[in-house]
């Protein structure tokens, strides 16, 4: 098992930058892959960004080039950092830890993206 906690998400103008942060229970590179997901209103919850065991990283085409995944193994702590940021970023904010199939995730948090 494994616990996860989120914080950082706020309200931000466009074109500002936000950093999240998830810090894990136990080391994030012992999972299978560590994700950020993020749901909109209405929306369903979609990957915005994962990284795999090998420390391979990969990014939602909608994301990719404006979000940047950063692991702290000294915290346990999987850093979102977010850069020219746009309305349809808004959303909650979930980090995912996935272990043997398995999903486990974090409470989640509210980023809000003005125009």
């Known amino acids: 098992q494994v616990q996860l906690v989120e914080s950082g998400g706020r309200l931000v103008q466009a074109g500002g930058s936000l950093r999240l942060s998830c810090e894990a229970s136990?080391?994030?590179?012992?999972?299978?892959?560590i994700e950020w997901h993020r749901q909109a209103p209405g929306n369903q919850r979609e990957l915005v960004a994962q990284?795999?065991?090998?420390?391979?990283?990969t990014y939602a085409g909608s994301v990719k080039d404006r979000f940047a995944m950063l692991p702290d193994e000294t915290t346990n702590t999987m850093w979102l950092h977010m850069n020219h940021l746009k309305p349809e970023d808004t959303g909650v904010y979930y980090c995912?830890?996935?272990?043997?199939?398995?999903?486990?995730w974090g409470q989640g948090t509210q980023v809000t993206v003005s125009s």
């Open positions: 990284m795999t065991r090998d420390g391979t990283m």
């Open positions: 136990r080391d994030i590179f012992s999972l299978d892959a």
């Open positions: 995912a830890a996935v272990e043997t199939g398995r999903f486990y």
